[in-house]
């Protein structure tokens, strides 16, 4: 399986950015996606997640009401909706997928085991 994510790009503090991640190879079917970010200098951290099957959402407690993560069965894509972007959201933004992950893992990277290679969100203020 081989996940690309896209949509990055520039915006200006509270604007907003769709990210897509699509999934591609054999089957997919996995029980969570995820999306999570990394700015220089810091570790990888969780933004959001979505249970494959029903589409039940889960995100970081910092980034409910802004953030939305919605899936596309059908095309085999997770959306981030980005909205009211501050200059703290700047990251590189990855997706991720597992198909073994619990409820408690979804919030730790090491339990995906298949990833994007990053799209780059630049907030200017």
């Known amino acids: 399986v081989q996940l690309q994510a896209s949509g990055g790009g520039l915006v200006q503090a509270g604007g907003s950015l769709r990210l897509s991640c699509t999934a591609s190879?054999?089957?997919?079917?996995?029980?969570?996606m995820g999306w999570f970010r990394q700015a220089p200098g810091k570790e990888r951290e969780f933004v959001g997640s979505?249970?494959?099957?029903?589409?039940?959402?889960n995100y970081r407690n910092s980034l409910k009401g802004r953030f939305t993560v919605s899936r596309e069965k059908d095309k085999e894509t997770m959306l981030l909706q980005m909205n009211s972007l501050k200059s703290e959201d700047t990251s590189v933004y990855y997706c991720?997928?597992?198909?073994?992950?619990?409820?408690?893992?979804?919030?730790?990277?090491?339990?995906?085991?298949?990833w994007g290679q990053g799209t780059l969100v630049t907030v200017s203020s």
């Open positions: 991720a997928a597992g198909g073994r992950i619990i409820t408690s893992q979804i919030s730790n990277p090491t339990a995906y085991d298949y």
């Open positions: 190879g054999r089957t997919f079917s996995p029980r969570y």
């Open positions: 979505i249970r494959w099957s029903d589409g039940f959402a």
